[in-house]
T-cell receptor, first 112, second 114 residues
Framework: NAGVTQTPKFQVLKTGQSMTLQCAQDMNHEYMSWYRQDPGMGLRLIHYSVGAGITDQGEVPNGYNVSRSTTEDFPLRLLSAAPSQTSVYFC???????????FGPGTRLTVL | AQTVTQSQPEMSVQEAETVTLSCTYDTSESDYYLFWYKQPPSRQMILVIRQEAYKQQNATENRFSVNFQKAAKSFSLKISDSQLGDAAMYFCAYNTGANSKLTFGKGITLSVRP
């Protein structure tokens, strides 16, 4: 199993550009989440999904969109990138509630 | 809203010694789950240990153990026989179990002196 995969690993954007961070898992997990990690802030939840077709907002959802058309994929869209979105983004998945979340390797995004 | 506090930004330990990382949390729930995740320089998030709040027994995984004090809302991680490979950032995290949302503390950077 590949586990949780994320692409790209690194990305540089200009302010106002849009892009999609890809996340996929091959463990048949129902629960998937997106977090951002900033220095001194820990990880903060952006959006999460409890199954295909069901998504909800986390702590810091503004400027991001998600959709979940399949169990495997959970892309994160930046609609109009801003320097405040410079961060490391992690996708995670889990089999159930209250259990281990498996994290992808992260995407380092820089917005100029 | 639930909060997780890690008040020490950095700690250092001598190789082979024992170190304890502190974590406190705030919740009104009676049933929940607590985690410690390790993030080495590779950036990969790795689960170290997990505790279910309804279990009074402290979780243990080899050299890693927790001191879970439910009434005090405290969840500290003890690393015994510290190794160079333990050097990393450690995050305490909380989950209600009602959904998949994890709330993280700000993390603590642990260095191990040879």
């Amino acid at each position: 199993n590949a586990g949780v995969t994320q692409t790209p690993k690194f990305q540089v954007l200009k302010t106002g550009q849009s892009m999609t961070l890809q996340c996929a898992q091959d463990m048949n997990h129902e629960y998937m989440s997106w977090y951002r990690q900033d220095p001194g802030m820990g990880l903060r939840l952006i959006h999460y999904s409890v199954g295909a077709g069901i998504t909800d907002q986390g702590e810091v959802p503004n400027g991001y969109n998600v959709s979940r058309s399949t169990t495997e994929d959970f892309p994160l869209r930046l609609l109009s990138a801003a320097p405040s979105q410079t961060s490391v983004y992690f996708c995670a998945s889990s089999l159930g509630l209250g259990v281990e979340q498996f994290f992808g390797p992260g995407t380092r995004l820089t917005v100029l | 809203a639930q909060t997780v506090t890690q008040s020490q930004p950095e700690m250092s330990v001598q190789e082979a010694e024992t170190v304890t990382l502190s974590c406190t949390y705030d919740t009104s729930e009676s049933d929940y789950y607590l985690f410690w995740y390790k993030q080495p320089p590779s950036r990969q998030m790795i689960l170290v240990i997990r505790q279910e709040a309804y279990k009074q027994q402290n979780a243990t995984e080899n050299r890693f153990s927790v001191n879970f004090q439910k009434a005090a809302k405290s969840f500290s991680l003890k690393i015994s026989d510290s190794q160079l490979g333990d050097a990393a950032m450690y995050f305490c995290a909380y989950n209600t179990g009602a959904n998949s949302k994890l709330t993280f503390g700000k993390g603590i950077t642990l260095s191990v002196r040879p």
